[in-house]
């Protein structure tokens, strides 16, 4: 029974892991599609027409796109930069530059962060202009239902500069349109010190006649980013709506089942999220809108767009409006992302972080992380005394079950001979089993408890290294300089005594990436398991003696801090369970295990 149990929980845990380890190492994109621009539903002066089927006297379906000209080719990033007229962004966290041309916040890099640990390694870039490689950008506007007669700025419309000509962080940029009609178009574009930008639109009316415009804001990514497609991590559309809650939509999602629309929503928030990166939309000013996630088919590929439209503005003549909505490009940083939160009152932000079913685990441990760090500076070091921690919170219902266990161990002669007593007979084996165990007060499930505590913890933890991005490029100790990337060592080249990679062999490469971590790993599990008696059933025998080198090649390709931590988490084990084992009078069978399983096996009889 004992031995079913233990089986059970770890088959639970082996599950686990084979699914996690068939995402982690499962096809991946082969190469980043580039989509060159080209737009839909534009009017004859270039601006987008959305037609608001809830406004008086408009129907039609719906539609928020960029707007623009079709760019013929594909160019580089830097030569369409710098050849279009763009006023510069300088923050402590971003550089960058918006196109005068269409006003798109279209150019950001995150000074802070680097593509690989090199430090001579290039910043990562977050936004690129339309006709790039990779088109990612964020754009604002007016639009007007259909019949409406004014000329609206749209992808195409050149922009004027209005007094400084550099945003940062204390110096806001003014742009002017004046579309010849009698309507003025101002756009005031400010950035904090981090990642959010407040962007004000204003228009005055100078004619005689009213106009009705409906103010919107998209993100609009070209073509589909290589992803993780892992499982459990989100990396696509997302947004949060109110009473409709959190909305999150893959990539394959939105183009298999067509536009998504969210009506009538009251704060939250809309955009397309990277693994560690987010260009998000908030707005805030408006009393309530309709959002939309949607993919349109442009010229060579898709353009994925997560976009907002607010209810229609009256602009009476002789006067002016203005709104105020917000734009997040930048880093997912924890602190970062939960202070907006707070201070802005933008509705449950911190689920831009995808913090995992078990939420209420990942992120408290995420911050007990975090504040050891800050006291040892090292992550690994706090992973290593989180774990500590962690055994100290579950070590009476630990010590319960390894207690059970040991006198598990000591009825096995009484258990041997009511097996050999009751063998035909399974309802009186059960019943002197279930006897037996009341006497001696054993519980036969205990064992499966320090199995099956692991899992959520295990499941938070590994989504702490791989979602957040301080774990990114987090060093440990010697040649582990990324606790979020799997250790970089292989047996199958001597640990780099020889000069090739493993990892890149056709089919199996992934199962050579077997580092140092994952095999110290393997051996703690392996005497762990050997602390008990050898199961006699022979299929209970060999699962046990094999589990161990299982779980050594499957997480070899996991990272580093995870590795780290079920290694330090097994030592940990070992002691308790040697110690609690020693203080019961149970036997220790780690060396008998040992030398059975290595010593000359005796010769089978022949049958007489």
């Given at each position: 029974m004992e031995n079913r149990n233990y089986?059970?929980?770890?088959?639970?845990?082996?599950?686990i892991l084979v699914a996690w380890q068939y995402l982690y190492v499962g096809p991946q994109m082969e190469a980043e599609r580039a989509a060159l621009e080209a737009q839909t539903g534009v009017d004859a002066s270039g601006s987008p027409v959305i037609v608001d089927?809830?406004?008086?006297?408009?129907?039609?379906?719906?539609?928020?796109?960029?707007?623009?000209?079709?760019?013929?080719?594909?160019?580089?990033?830097?030569?369409?930069?710098?050849?279009?007229?763009?006023?510069?962004?300088?923050?402590?966290?971003?550089?960058?530059?918006?196109?005068l041309q269409g006003a798109r916040i279209d150019d950001i890099h995150l000074v802070?962060?680097?593509e690989t640990l090199d430090e001579d390694s290039d910043t990562?870039?977050?936004?690129?202009?339309?006709?790039?490689?990779?088109?990612?950008?964020?754009?604002?506007?007016?639009?007007?239902?259909?019949?409406?007669?004014?000329?609206?700025?749209?992808?195409?419309?050149?922009?004027?500069?209005?007094?400084?000509?550099?945003?940062?962080?204390?110096?806001?940029?003014?742009?002017?349109?004046?579309?010849?009609?009698?309507?003025?178009?101002?756009?005031?574009?400010s950035v904090?010190?981090?990642?959010?930008?407040?962007?004000r639109q204003e228009v005055e009316n100078t004619t005689e006649a009213g106009v009705l415009l409906y103010p919107y804001g998209l993100v609009a990514r070209h073509g589909e980013p290589r992803t993780s497609r892992m499982f459990i991590l989100h990396e696509g559309l997302i947004g949060f709506f109110g009473e409709d809650g959190l909305a999150e939509l893959d990539y394959d999602d939105v183009r298999d089942d067509g536009t998504t629309q969210y009506r009538d929503v009251s704060g939250g928030w809309l955009g397309i999220t990277d693994k560690y990166w987010a260009a998000t939309l908030i707005p805030s000013g408006l009393e309530s809108y309709r959002g939309e996630f949607r993919m349109d088919q442009i010229l060579t590929g898709e353009s994925f767009i997560a976009a907002y439209l607010g209810g229609g503005f009256e602009v009476a003549p002789g006067t002016s409006i203005g709104i105020e909505n917000q734009l997040f490009a930048g880093a997912k940083e924890v602190a970062i992302v939960d202070g907006y939160e707070a201070d802005l009152g933008i509705e449950r932000f911190e689920l831009l972080i995808d913090w995992g079913w078990f939420y209420f685990l990942t992120k408290p441990m995420f911050f007990a992380i975090k504040w050891l760090f800050g006291i040892f500076g090292n992550f690994g070091v706090a992973i290593l005394l989180i774990t500590v921690a962690i055994k100290l919170v579950f070590l009476p219902l630990a010590n319960k079950s390894y207690a059970s266990m040991s006198k598990m161990k000591k009825v096995q002669p009484q258990l041997k001979e009511?097996?050999?007593?009751?063998?035909?007979?399974?309802?009186?084996?059960?019943?002197?089993?279930?006897?037996?165990?009341?006497?001696?007060?054993?519980?036969?499930?205990?064992?499966?408890?320090?199995?099956?505590?692991?899992?959520?913890?295990?499941?938070a933890l590994y989504k702490v290294l791989f979602v957040t991005i301080e774990m990114r490029h987090a060093p440990f100790f010697g040649w582990i300089q990324d606790l979020s990337a799997a250790d970089p060592t292989s047996l199958f080249n001597l640990f780099g005594l020889l000069p090739y990679d493993p990892t890149l062999v056709p089919l199996i490469g992934p199962l050579l990436g077997l580092g140092v971590w994952p095999i110290l790993m393997g051996i703690t599990m392996f005497i762990q398991m050997k602390l008990n008696p050898t199961p006699t059933d022979p299929t209970q025998a060999m699962i046990f003696t094999w589990m161990?080198?299982?779980?050594?090649?499957?997480?070899?390709?996991?990272p580093a801090g995870l590795v780290i931590y079920w290694t330090w988490n097994n030592f940990l084990s070992v002691i308790q369970q040697a110690f609690i084992m020693k203080r019961h009078g149970v036997k220790i069978e780690l060396w008998d295990n040992l030398k059975a399983m290595f010593g000359k096996k005796p010769a089978k009889q022949p049958a007489e």
């Open positions: 089986i059970l929980a770890i088959a639970l845990s082996l599950g089927e809830s406004a008086p006297g408009v129907a039609g379906a719906v539609q928020v796109s960029p707007g623009g000209s079709l760019v013929p080719t594909t160019l580089d990033r830097e030569s369409i930069i710098a050849g279009t007229d763009r006023i510069q962004i300088e923050t402590s966290h971003i550089t960058g530059t918006i196109a802070e962060y680097r990562v870039v977050l936004f690129s202009p339309s006709g790039s490689e990779d088109p990612f950008y964020a754009e604002f506007g007016w639009a007007q239902g259909a019949g409406g007669a004014a000329t609206l700025p749209g992808a195409d419309t050149m922009w004027q500069v209005e007094g400084n000509d550099t945003l940062t962080a204390t110096t806001p940029v003014t742009l002017v349109y004046d579309n010849g009609e009698g309507i003025i178009f101002r756009r005031v574009i904090d010190e981090d990642y959010m930008f407040t962007v009511i097996q050999d007593r009751y063998k035909d007979d399974k309802p009186e084996l059960q019943k002197h089993m279930m006897e037996l165990y009341k006497k001696e007060k054993i519980n036969p499930v205990a064992g499966c408890w320090p199995v099956l505590i692991q899992i959520p913890v295990f499941f161990p080198v299982v779980f050594t090649f499957m997480l070899a390709t996991f």
